[in-house]
């Protein structure tokens, strides 16, 4: 059974509809012709009937006149406008006729042909008239039935023909909507692009196609980041229950016991700041968060982030120098905050000793953008490399990576908070001679519009 809400019946019913519409509308245009026909075929024999009437007119012969046997009212009119003879009523109680339409236009061209409505009568009355050799004029008329009234005389053949285009239309409209729709049913959702598809649906089942690649790579990516979290974390933990299995037997001195210590916390710090980078992660990845938007300069963020890291700088004899103008924006600043922070992390943590880190800001002449600039003396990377580094958990490195206490989640983070505040990501390099990551930022206006 076919819903009332489904595409096959709303596509049978237009059909249908459609089918019937024109049904009638061919009805009416042939009624409407056969009556002009047959009213054309009316003129036609009552001029030829004037014709056989001006025979006995001329030779004054009207008592042949009144005995013809015919349905038309015959009418002799003389040149001044007096009736002097009908067929159907006395003359003398007919008015003088020289002021009606068919007289006029007989006695001016000839002879004429026209037609009266009669509302009362549902009528419509035929004239022909023409004008004799004598100056008087002959009018013959009659009764003819509206196209109305032909229309409903015909009721039965219409209705058997309407009987007939009513089945005609149903079977028709069945199979239209049939033949429409089954293509659309056998379009296989997890591999829409094959043959047979509408042109008019391509856009739509390329969308479809184009989800569903989207859909199987984020699951590709969940469960490679799954794998991969799997086993960062299962590194840390062997080891920090290694060495508590250790400490639990006893038996070991105190310089080794605060060694093995040593090495729990530092694994534990390390899976407390996996943690914390799979939490931000998790924030950015959700496109449904709404974080809110304040004026703030981006240069102030810089030495915030600078000030939290100097220690590690410090450690590693790294110089770190700011720069630029104040880089004022409005945006979200925490989000701005987890771009800024890896970057000038790796770029201290992957730097040699006595290395530099050179921090610029520097809003561009048209004040559209505002341009970020962490430079580095570093280990720099190949350019293979350029595009990997983003990757989850990608490090050039690993073995330098891992000392370093990375978790390979920091680029990942810029590039998805970049992302998320409509920044770019460039990137230049080379090996052994350090790294430049450029973030060009758009100055956002405060109703969250680009500027």
Known sequence: MVKKNSLTFRIFLNSFLLGALIYFLCAFVFGANMYRYFERQIFSELKTESYYVEHYVVRKNWKDVASIETSSRITLIDKDGTVYFDNTVPPESMGNHSAREEFVRAQRDGSVQLSRFSSTKRTKTIYFARKLSDGSVIRISCNRKTVWTLLLGMGDFLLLMLVIAVAISTI??????????????????????????????????????????????????????????????????????????????????????????????????????????????????????????????????????????????????????????????????????????????????YNVQGGKVDISVESTSDGKSVVLKVADTGIGMEKRDFERIFERFYRVDKSRSKRNGGTGLGLSIVKHAAKYHGAVVRVESELGKGSVFTIVFRRMSEDGGKS
């Open 172 to 349: 028709s409209a069945f199979f239209i909507s049939r033949n429409v729709v089954k293509p659309l049913e056998k379009i296989d959702l997890e591999n829409p692009e094959s043959d047979g598809v509408y042109d008019e649906l391509k856009p739509f089942v390329n969308r479809i196609a184009e989800d569903n690649f989207e859909k199987s790579q984020r699951e590709e990516l969940r469960n490679q980041f799954s794998a991969n979290v799997s086993h960062e974390l299962k590194t840390p933990l062997t080891s920090i229950s290694g060495f508590a299995e250790i400490l639990k037997e006893g038996g070991i001195d105190e310089e080794t016991t605060k060694d093995f210590a040593s090495s729990i916390y530092d694994e534990s710090q390390r899976m407390i700041s996996l943690v914390n980078d799979i939490i931000r992660l998790s924030k950015l990845d959700e496109k449904s968060i709404r974080l809110e938007r304040s004026v703030f300069s981006l240069l102030g963020i810089c030495r915030e982030v600078v000030e939290i890291l100097t220690p590690c700088a410090e450690r590693k004899g790294v110089l770190v120098s700011i720069s630029g103008d104040s880089g004022t924006m409005f945006g979200v600043e925490p989000v701005v905050h987890e771009i800024v922070y890896p970057l000038v992390d790796n770029a201290i943590k």
